[in-house]
Protein backbone atom coordinates (compact mmCIF):
# COMPACT_ATOMS: atom_id res chain seq x y z
CA UNK A 1 0.00 0.00 0.00
CA UNK A 2 1.27 3.32 -1.10
CA UNK A 3 0.57 6.62 0.48
CA UNK A 4 0.92 9.19 -1.83
CA UNK A 5 0.26 13.41 -1.62
CA UNK A 6 -0.98 15.05 -5.32
CA UNK A 7 -1.65 18.41 -6.56
CA UNK A 8 -4.78 17.55 -9.11
CA UNK A 9 -7.89 18.87 -11.06
CA UNK A 10 -10.84 16.79 -11.22
CA UNK A 11 -11.27 16.21 -15.05
CA UNK A 12 -14.21 13.96 -14.98
CA UNK A 13 -16.41 12.48 -12.53
CA UNK A 14 -18.96 9.75 -12.48
CA UNK A 15 -21.37 8.50 -9.34
CA UNK A 16 -20.51 5.03 -8.41
CA UNK A 17 -22.63 3.04 -6.09
CA UNK A 18 -24.84 4.55 -3.35
CA UNK A 19 -22.25 7.25 -1.63
CA UNK A 20 -18.86 6.91 -3.71
CA UNK A 21 -17.44 8.50 -6.96
CA UNK A 22 -15.12 7.76 -9.75
CA UNK A 23 -12.97 10.65 -11.03
CA UNK A 24 -10.78 11.59 -13.11
CA UNK A 25 -7.44 13.58 -12.11
CA UNK A 26 -4.96 15.63 -13.92
CA UNK A 27 -1.81 15.51 -11.77
CA UNK A 28 1.19 17.48 -13.07
CA UNK A 29 3.98 15.02 -12.13
CA UNK A 30 2.09 11.88 -13.04
CA UNK A 31 -0.43 12.82 -15.75
CA UNK A 32 -4.09 10.96 -15.52
CA UNK A 33 -5.22 9.63 -12.55
CA UNK A 34 -8.27 7.37 -12.11
CA UNK A 35 -9.31 6.88 -8.56
CA UNK A 36 -12.17 6.37 -6.29
CA UNK A 37 -13.37 8.93 -3.51
CA UNK A 38 -15.73 7.22 -1.07
CA UNK A 39 -18.86 8.43 0.88
CA UNK A 40 -18.32 11.46 -0.53
CA UNK A 41 -22.07 11.99 -1.77
CA UNK A 42 -22.94 11.58 1.98
CA UNK A 43 -24.58 15.20 2.74
CA UNK A 44 -21.94 15.61 5.95
CA UNK A 45 -18.87 14.40 3.87
CA UNK A 46 -15.69 16.22 3.97
CA UNK A 47 -14.82 15.40 0.59
CA UNK A 48 -18.42 17.30 -0.56
CA UNK A 49 -16.80 19.48 -3.13
CA UNK A 50 -13.51 17.54 -3.71
CA UNK A 51 -15.03 15.38 -6.48
CA UNK A 52 -16.27 17.94 -8.17
CA UNK A 53 -15.99 19.28 -11.87
CA UNK A 54 -12.30 21.46 -11.49
CA UNK A 55 -11.82 21.20 -8.06
CA UNK A 56 -8.25 21.86 -7.59
CA UNK A 57 -6.56 20.43 -4.84
CA UNK A 58 -3.81 17.98 -2.72
CA UNK A 59 -5.46 14.79 -2.98
CA UNK A 60 -4.09 12.09 -0.49
CA UNK A 61 -4.43 9.08 -2.57
CA UNK A 62 -3.88 5.58 -1.27
CA UNK A 63 -2.63 2.91 -4.00
CA UNK A 64 -3.48 -1.15 -3.35
CA UNK A 65 -3.61 -3.38 -6.04
CA UNK A 66 -4.28 -1.04 -8.79
CA UNK A 67 -6.44 0.66 -7.85
CA UNK A 68 -6.43 4.83 -6.20
CA UNK A 69 -8.61 5.66 -3.40
CA UNK A 70 -8.25 9.61 -2.26
CA UNK A 71 -8.51 9.81 1.49
CA UNK A 72 -8.76 12.97 2.05
CA UNK A 73 -8.24 16.52 0.39
CA UNK A 74 -6.86 19.91 0.96
CA UNK A 75 -8.92 22.01 -1.38
CA UNK A 76 -6.99 25.05 -3.51
CA UNK A 77 -9.80 25.94 -5.65
CA UNK A 78 -13.42 25.03 -7.15
CA UNK A 79 -13.41 28.03 -9.84
CA UNK A 80 -16.99 27.94 -8.26
CA UNK A 81 -18.41 31.25 -10.30
CA UNK A 82 -17.97 29.39 -13.65
CA UNK A 83 -21.30 27.55 -12.60
CA UNK A 84 -22.85 30.31 -12.42
CA UNK A 85 -22.52 31.10 -16.34
CA UNK A 86 -24.00 28.75 -18.85
CA UNK A 87 -21.42 29.49 -21.99
CA UNK A 88 -18.37 30.09 -19.96
CA UNK A 89 -18.83 26.59 -17.78
CA UNK A 90 -19.31 24.74 -21.05
CA UNK A 91 -16.08 26.52 -22.35
CA UNK A 92 -14.41 25.13 -18.91
CA UNK A 93 -15.39 21.71 -19.58
CA UNK A 94 -14.61 21.80 -23.00
CA UNK A 95 -11.01 22.87 -22.14
CA UNK A 96 -10.87 19.64 -19.28
CA UNK A 97 -12.13 17.00 -22.12
CA UNK A 98 -9.31 18.67 -24.28
CA UNK A 99 -6.90 17.83 -21.44
CA UNK A 100 -8.55 14.49 -20.72
CA UNK A 101 -8.22 13.62 -24.24
CA UNK A 102 -3.94 13.48 -24.17
CA UNK A 103 -3.51 12.76 -20.78
CA UNK A 104 -1.90 9.46 -20.12
CA UNK A 105 -0.91 7.49 -16.72
CA UNK A 106 2.78 8.36 -15.27
CA UNK A 107 3.31 10.86 -18.05
CA UNK A 108 3.99 14.21 -16.79
CA UNK A 109 1.91 17.17 -17.97
CA UNK A 110 3.30 19.88 -16.13
CA UNK A 111 2.92 22.42 -18.87
CA UNK A 112 -0.71 21.11 -19.68
CA UNK A 113 -1.63 21.54 -15.89
CA UNK A 114 -0.18 25.32 -15.74
CA UNK A 115 -1.73 26.11 -19.06
CA UNK A 116 -5.47 24.64 -17.77
CA UNK A 117 -5.39 26.43 -14.70
CA UNK A 118 -4.23 29.88 -15.62
CA UNK A 119 -7.10 29.27 -18.71
CA UNK A 120 -9.86 28.50 -16.35
CA UNK A 121 -8.51 31.21 -13.73
CA UNK A 122 -9.04 33.68 -16.61
CA UNK A 123 -12.31 32.11 -17.60
CA UNK A 124 -13.84 32.23 -14.47
CA UNK A 125 -12.43 35.58 -12.60
CA UNK A 126 -11.86 37.69 -15.77
CA UNK A 127 -14.47 39.43 -17.62
CA UNK A 128 -12.07 38.27 -21.10
CA UNK A 129 -14.40 37.31 -24.17
CA UNK A 130 -13.79 33.41 -24.39
CA UNK A 131 -12.67 33.46 -27.91
CA UNK A 132 -8.99 34.59 -27.27
CA UNK A 133 -8.96 32.50 -24.04
CA UNK A 134 -9.77 29.17 -25.51
CA UNK A 135 -8.03 30.04 -28.86
CA UNK A 136 -4.89 31.19 -26.86
CA UNK A 137 -5.45 27.74 -24.99
CA UNK A 138 -5.44 25.15 -28.22
CA UNK A 139 -2.68 27.33 -29.27
CA UNK A 140 -0.22 26.45 -26.44
CA UNK A 141 -2.32 23.05 -26.19
CA UNK A 142 -0.92 22.45 -29.66
CA UNK A 143 2.77 23.56 -28.53
CA UNK A 144 3.04 21.63 -25.63
CA UNK A 145 1.62 18.46 -27.40
CA UNK A 146 4.06 18.67 -29.78
CA UNK A 147 2.09 19.70 -32.89
CA UNK A 148 2.50 23.52 -32.74
CA UNK A 149 1.10 25.13 -36.34
CA UNK A 150 4.20 26.37 -38.75
CA UNK A 151 2.95 30.24 -38.47
CA UNK A 152 5.65 31.89 -40.55
CA UNK A 153 6.28 29.61 -43.53
CA UNK A 154 4.36 28.21 -46.28
CA UNK A 155 4.00 24.61 -45.57
CA UNK A 156 4.19 23.93 -49.08
CA UNK A 157 7.04 25.94 -50.63
CA UNK A 158 8.66 27.31 -47.40
CA UNK A 159 8.48 31.07 -48.63
CA UNK A 160 8.27 33.15 -45.60
CA UNK A 161 4.70 34.94 -45.01
CA UNK A 162 4.67 38.85 -44.19
CA UNK A 163 1.73 39.91 -42.34
CA UNK A 164 0.24 41.57 -44.45
CA UNK A 165 0.41 39.20 -47.12
CA UNK A 166 -2.83 36.98 -47.96
CA UNK A 167 -2.14 34.00 -45.36
CA UNK A 168 -4.47 30.66 -45.60
CA UNK A 169 -4.63 27.81 -43.09
CA UNK A 170 -4.28 24.20 -43.93
CA UNK A 171 -5.06 22.23 -40.99
CA UNK A 172 -3.79 19.29 -42.59
CA UNK A 173 -0.74 20.32 -43.55
CA UNK A 174 -0.40 21.89 -39.98
CA UNK A 175 0.36 25.81 -40.91
CA UNK A 176 -0.21 28.21 -43.39
CA UNK A 177 0.14 28.02 -47.12
CA UNK A 178 0.57 31.12 -49.53
CA UNK A 179 -1.77 32.06 -52.33
CA UNK A 180 0.25 30.37 -54.91
CA UNK A 181 0.22 27.33 -53.01
CA UNK A 182 -3.89 27.19 -52.05
CA UNK A 183 -4.59 26.48 -55.92
CA UNK A 184 -6.97 23.07 -55.94
CA UNK A 185 -6.47 23.17 -51.68
CA UNK A 186 -9.37 24.61 -49.67
CA UNK A 187 -7.49 26.23 -46.84
CA UNK A 188 -8.66 28.55 -44.49
CA UNK A 189 -8.43 32.40 -44.89
CA UNK A 190 -7.12 34.15 -42.19
CA UNK A 191 -6.81 38.42 -41.84
CA UNK A 192 -3.73 40.07 -41.21
CA UNK A 193 -4.98 40.52 -37.62
CA UNK A 194 -5.70 36.70 -36.84
CA UNK A 195 -2.26 36.20 -38.18
CA UNK A 196 -0.93 38.55 -35.78
CA UNK A 197 -2.90 37.10 -32.79
CA UNK A 198 -1.54 33.96 -33.31
CA UNK A 199 1.68 34.75 -33.91
CA UNK A 200 1.72 36.86 -31.30
CA UNK A 201 -0.18 34.86 -28.72
CA UNK A 202 2.71 31.85 -29.29
CA UNK A 203 5.87 33.59 -28.51
CA UNK A 204 4.80 35.57 -25.79
CA UNK A 205 2.47 33.24 -24.18
CA UNK A 206 -1.10 34.29 -22.46
CA UNK A 207 -0.51 37.87 -21.40
CA UNK A 208 -0.92 38.78 -25.10
CA UNK A 209 -4.33 36.91 -24.93
CA UNK A 210 -6.48 39.58 -22.86
CA UNK A 211 -7.84 42.45 -24.41
CA UNK A 212 -7.81 40.56 -27.42
CA UNK A 213 -10.51 41.95 -30.15
CA UNK A 214 -12.89 38.82 -30.66
CA UNK A 215 -12.10 38.50 -33.81
CA UNK A 216 -8.83 38.45 -34.06
CA UNK A 217 -9.09 34.69 -32.50
CA UNK A 218 -9.52 32.08 -34.70
CA UNK A 219 -10.97 30.01 -32.49
CA UNK A 220 -13.30 27.63 -35.56
CA UNK A 221 -10.31 27.32 -36.95
CA UNK A 222 -8.07 26.19 -34.33
CA UNK A 223 -10.56 23.96 -32.70
CA UNK A 224 -10.56 22.19 -35.88
CA UNK A 225 -6.66 22.30 -36.49
CA UNK A 226 -6.55 20.44 -32.81
CA UNK A 227 -9.38 18.05 -33.53
CA UNK A 228 -8.02 17.00 -36.62
CA UNK A 229 -4.37 16.28 -34.62
CA UNK A 230 -6.58 14.55 -32.14
CA UNK A 231 -8.15 12.20 -34.34
CA UNK A 232 -11.22 12.75 -32.89
CA UNK A 233 -14.02 15.43 -31.85
CA UNK A 234 -14.04 16.91 -28.51
CA UNK A 235 -18.25 15.99 -27.68
CA UNK A 236 -18.56 18.57 -25.55
CA UNK A 237 -17.47 21.65 -28.12
CA UNK A 238 -21.00 21.08 -29.73
CA UNK A 239 -22.14 22.69 -26.47
CA UNK A 240 -19.83 25.77 -26.72
CA UNK A 241 -21.51 29.13 -27.17
CA UNK A 242 -22.11 30.42 -30.98
CA UNK A 243 -18.53 32.00 -31.82
ZN1 LIG B 1 3.68 28.28 -50.84
Known amino acids: MIQTENTA ?69 TFYPLRADYDRLTCGIYLLNLAEAVAEPEQEERELFMLLLHTLSRLTFSDQAWQPLLSGFLLHFSAC ?57 LQTGSASWINTPEAAAPFALLRNYVEQRLGRKIRSASQLPAD
Open 9 to 77: IVLRHADYRDNDRMVTLLSPSRGRLDAIIRNCRKPRSHNLNSGELFALGDYMLIEKGGHITVTSVRLIE
Open 145 to 201: QGFKPRLNHCVFCGKRIGEKEPAFFDAEEGGLCCSSCRRGRVPVALTPPQLRWMRQA
